[in-house]
């Protein structure tokens, strides 16, 4: 039976049907295919606070309120923090409150956000101090520092006792079961890590990244091991079942994977909300860097959230994750970077190591360099950026570096001028940029994305082909794989786009979500 996707025109009375074999829409519901290498489109549902199963809380009960002080606030926000820490958590591991009075609040530190439980309110987080928390990021000690850290601050997990075979032959995309030598020592509710090596056999098949004739930026054995953390969810002889699938193919031929367990130390429902975080004291808006880096950084957290921050004149990143797991960032606004236009700065919303199932919804991104970004290579996957905008960016919004994994652009939007090459975004070879960034994205969608001005000019989306994997870009407008960086590479699947008829299921998240859950 040959599989359709259904688009539907914007005239109630026209529907027409495109031949699309890798997804379906079959009495309601998506269907799946899969092409010869047994790539598939991923389920990106998992993505989010609590893997999405539930929303963002809404915790109304306040337990400290601070406001303002002359000189620097700090220790003053610090201090709140930790008082808190006393205060017992409820049956949802919640807190409560500490909430920040409208006003100005000069920071010269690092606000640290290390208790579970709590989350930090403004009162609103526009420009104006005399209506909107403004945090002001001020001076430049520590250098280049991050003015609030929300978690433990740690970077990545430990490897905790010996290592366990897979024994499956072949382990496809959006498979979350398989076979090991022994499951002796492993219960449910074991959190665990599968790691695929980065063996000579991989490398090989994948042309050792794709970095283009660069021989001194090819890939090396042991450089870059995929890592997928998961939760055990049910244990059958010798069989383990995970709580969200795999999003690389685990094939014996190229790489013995095995798992282990993992000792880590994460903050969780941690909530960042209503207010607004500027850098100040810098001077020349494209060149000035004597200020701090960041504005806001979640670093070591599980099930933490962000929403209604709006952030402004960082050097690299408005909000930016390290060592995340399932976390929210909804409604923010990461603008106006300053900073030299170059390298290493000016990643809005930026995705960095050790990184999987992170939801950005209805966010705002200006003149940044990739605007949003998954940047941490192979321990990177199943990020989401839905209905999000990209306005002014000098680069493109893309999977940045060495294979990171299961991330999708869903009714994502391009905005406002087209400035250089006009690439706006990415799934595709970096070649030789960077350090060798190769290939950048593996078994990635975008999906439903509007890249078309108000002119009748389109931005550039550039999908490509990576060996023993695929990317997809599927409907939405957009001039396609032109200004090609690397164009030795093959496309990816590409199908739907520039029809002028809407897509059906419109958000592939919403869609794979409500089937999952019922939301």
Request: charged share 20%; aromatic share 8%.
């Amino acid at each position: 039976m040959t599989s359709y996707l259904l688009l539907i025109a914007n005239s109630a009375t026209l529907a027409q049907t495109v031949p699309l074999p890798i997804i379906s829409m079959e009495n309601g519901l998506l269907a799946y295919g899969s092409d010869e290498e047994g790539n598939q489109i991923p389920d990106f549902s998992y993505a989010g606070y609590k893997n999405s199963n539930v929303g963002i809380p809404v915790v109304t009960k306040v337990l400290k309120t601070i406001s303002p002080v002359m000189g620097d606030n700090t220790n003053h926000i610090n201090q709140a923090i930790l008082s808190m820490a006393r205060k017992p958590k409820d049956s949802y591991g919640i807190r409560g409150v500490l909430l920040l009075e409208k006003g100005r609040y000069d920071v010269f530190g690092v606000i640290r956000v290390n208790v579970d439980g709590i989350i930090i309110r403004g009162a609103g987080s526009g420009h104006n101090p005399d209506s909107a928390t403004v945090i002001y990021g001020r001076g430049n000690s520590p250098e280049k520092r991050t003015i609030m850290v929300a978690g433990s601050g740690t970077a990545k997990w430990e490897k905790q006792g010996e290592q366990t075979n897979i024994t499956t032959e072949f382990v496809p995309v959006n498979g979350n079961s398989f076979e090991v030598e022994s499951t002796k020592g492993y219960h449910v509710g074991d959190v665990i890590v599968i790691e695929h090596p980065c063996t000579e056999e991989w490398l090989h098949a994948i042309d050792y990244g794709g970095t283009a004739g660069a021989a001194s930026e090819r890939w090396k054995v042991d450089e870059y091991p995929i890592v997928f953390k998961r939760t055990i969810k049910e244990i059958r002889g010798n069989t383990i079942v995970t709580d969200v699938p795999l999003y690389n193919h685990l094939n014996k031929k190229l790489a013995q994977s095995y798992i282990y367990k993992i000792r880590e130390d994460i903050r969780n429902n941690i909530g960042i909300e209503d207010l607004r975080i500027e850098i100040s004291d810098w001077k020349n808006r494209d060149s000035d860097e004597d200020h701090a880096r960041n504005a806001l950084q979640l670093k070591g957290v599980e099930d933490c959230w962000v929403k209604n921050v709006s952030t402004a004149y960082f050097i690299n990143s408005g909000v930016s994750l390290v060592n995340a797991n399932r976390v929210t960032v909804a409604d923010c606004l990461a603008e106006d970077p300053v900073s030299r236009i170059h390298g290493g700065r000016r990643y809005n919303f930026s995705v960095d190591d050790y990184c999987s199932q992170i939801l950005f919804k209805d966010c705002i991104a200006k003149k940044g360099r990739h605007n949003y970004i998954s940047n941490g290579a192979t321990t990177v996957s199943g990020i989401v950026f839905l209905h999000c905008v990209s306005i002014d960016p000098y680069a493109s919004s893309e999977g940045h570096r060495k294979w990171s994994m299961a991330v999708l652009f869903d009714n994502f939007q391009d905005r406002g001028h087209l400035i250089g090459n006009h690439i706006v975004l990415g799934a595709y070879n970096r070649g030789s940029y960077g350090t060798g960034h190769g290939w950048s994205l593996a078994h990635s969608v975008i999906w439903n994305c509007d890249l078309k001005r108000p002119d009748g000019r389109r931005g550039i989306v550039i999908c490509q082909k990576p060996p023993t994997a695929q990317n997809y870009v599927i409907g939405g407008f957009g001039d396609v794989n032109r200004n090609v960086p690397f164009p030795q590479y093959p496309a990816g699947h590409i199908t739907g786009i520039n029809k002028g008829i809407k897509l059906l299921p419109e958000s592939l998240f919403q869609q794979q979500l409500k089937e999952r859950t019922g939301r």
